[in-house]
């Protein structure tokens, strides 16, 4: 292993490779794929979204579940309610960060007002009929949605659109704004929508509030 970050100089190695500049677009979409809170004006085509909603819907599922479920937010008031809530959800993670509770109000947090679409993504309300891959992990179908969530993401990154995944929120709360059945639990609100730029590295990065970990940190062979 190099330890090298740079995911670009993949050559096609393999008969099932796809070409090489197809290579090269998902480990860009890989590398410069943001979480993305500023957004500029503008319209989300119909279609680019439908895209994107089955982009995320081809995600892997523990047992095949597909456990996800999305709300897509167009009253206005709801929008409002929910950045509200959100809002409040922000001062009380202040509140809880003590000492760093003035690094982290400078910080952006969400986009939601600012967005062309909002969705509130939820686990599904069946999830005790699934027990492949859950016995042990109950957990898995909440990976199972980050999975569609993660592939949403890159494939509006490689759409040139931005995506925001804001996770402050109590999820009982958002259950009862978007009418959720009893059981569904929200995961995600999600804000997607043109962008002015896509930055370099995460803002949590550039704002010094943390830093990636090397790749040898993370690795370890045979022992932990
Ligand atoms: C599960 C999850 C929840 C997140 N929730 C928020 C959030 O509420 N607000 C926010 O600004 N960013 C949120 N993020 C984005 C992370 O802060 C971001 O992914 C991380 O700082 C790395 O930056 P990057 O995504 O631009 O590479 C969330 C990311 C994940 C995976």
Redesign the pocket.
């Known amino acids: 292993m190099s330890g090298k970050t740079d995911m670009t100089g993949t050559k096609a190695h393999s008969k099932h490779s796809f070409p090489e500049e197809e290579i090269r677009g998902v480990y860009h979409a890989i590398e410069s ?3 993305i ?1 500023h957004f500029i004006p503008g319209e989300i085509d119909p279609e680019l979204l439908e895209r994107l909603i089955k982009a995320a819907h081809h995600a892997p599922s523990v047992g095949y579940m597909q456990p996800w479920h999305f709300v897509r937010i167009t009253d206005s008031q709801l929008r409002h309610a929910i950045h509200d809530h959100v809002e409040q959800e922000r001062l009380n993670t202040a509140d809880a960060l003590e000492q760093r509770r003035d690094e982290f109000m400078k ?4 986009g939601i007002l600012e967005c062309s679409e909002l969705l509130v993504v939820s686990l599904t309300s069946q999830r005790e009929q699934y027990i492949l891959g859950r016995r042990t992990i109950p957990e898995m179908d909440l990976a199972s949605v ?1 999975c569609a969530i993660q592939n949403m993401w890159l494939a509006a990154r490689a759409e040139g659109i931005g995506l ?5 929120f109590e999820p009982e709360v958002l259950a009862s704004l978007i009418k959720a059945p009893q059981g569904a639990l929200p995961v ?1 609100i999600l804000c997607i929508g043109h962008v002015e730029h896509f ?1 370099d590295r ?4 550039e704002t010094g509030w943390d830093s990636r970990r090397p790749l040898s940190e993370i690795l370890s062979e045979n022992q932990w």
Do not use: M, Y
């Open positions: 794929r943001r979480d809170r910080l952006k947090i969400e980050a925001g995944w804001v996770s402050f995600a930055a995460p803002l949590l990065e």
